[in-house]
């Protein structure tokens, strides 16, 4: 049974998914946009903000938090020294997602951009 369960699974394992939302967010904190599939921005979108959460304590377990949650020194480095610093004065809401009028060629798969809010 199904009952309150929120998340997507995109048809993959755990795991799977980890890795699929690591790699977006990687993506995302390095270019600051990212074009993707409208299920898959509104699926890591969460997985992000808590990043940028992590990242506007800046203490040390924050860090060690961030660096569990997205292994990747660069792109952690990044979110605590230029990311985060720009939403301090913000309660949430760190990304936008903007719908694309086209859709992907080979499935018709609905696109959108996932990107920070200025």
């Known amino acids: 049974m199904r009952h309150r369960v929120k ?4 048809d993959r394992t755990k795991e799977q998914r980890l890795a699929l939302y690591r790699s ?14 409208l299920q898959r921005a509104k699926a890591v979108r969460p997985f992000v903000e808590k990043l940028i959460t992590l990242g506007k304590k800046g203490d040390l377990a924050a860090r060690r938090r961030a660096l569990e ?39 018709s798969c609905e696109l959108a951009i996932l990107e920070f809010v200025e």
Do not use: M
């Not at 998340?7 to 995109?10: D, E, G, M, R, S």
């Open 7 to 10: 998340k997507k699974h995109f």
């Open 69 to 107: 949650l997205l292994p990747d020194r660069k792109a952690v480095k990044k979110l605590f020294e230029n990311i985060a610093p720009r939403f301090e004065n913000r309660n949430g809401g760190y990304t936008r997602i903007i719908k694309l009028p086209l859709r992907r060629i080979g499935d």
């Open 24 to 37: 977006l967010a990687k993506a995302l904190i390095l270019e600051e946009r990212i074009e993707t599939s």
